[in-house]
């Protein structure tokens, strides 16, 4: 008596995927079939943007950059841009103050007044 790895059953016919009449081309289509299904679904929009209307003036021509003083626009940056300003202000203040103390530190070494 033999070991099988697949199960019988009573008329002779494997158990499983195979009783319902499928075969391996069938299954191997169904599964290409199905990966190209959601590879294009899952992709963008497969739409081809409009044509775009040919630049009025010659692509070296820049445009001119706007005023220092107009409005800028809000960006999700700008508190991050705030903090790094501010931080450069405070860096400033601590250079400064290093300095001074610096410059005092070595006017007493040499015995002179402090600044």
């Known amino acids: 008596m033999r070991a099988d790895c697949t199960l019988k059953a009573p008329q002779g016919r494997p158990v499983g ?3 319902m009449g499928y075969s391996m081309g069938m299954l191997k289509s169904w599964r290409v079939s199905t990966a190209l299904l959601l590879l294009a679904g ?10 775009a209307a040919p630049p009025a003036s010659p692509p070296s021509a820049t445009a001119p950059p706007p005023p220092a003083d107009a409005p800028r626009d809000r960006t999700v940056f700008d508190p991050l841009t705030q903090q790094l300003d501010r931080a450069k202000g405070v860096q400033g203040t601590v250079d ?9 530190v070595d006017a007493q070494e040499r015995g002179n007044a402090p600044p």
Do not use: V
């Not at 899952?42 to 044509?51: D, E, T």
């Not at 400064?96 to 005092?104: D, I, K, L």
């Open 42 to 51: 899952c992709s963008g929009n497969s739409q081809s943007p409009p044509a």
């Open 17 to 19: 995927l195979f009783t």
């Open 96 to 104: 400064e103050a290093a300095s001074r103390q610096r410059e005092a």
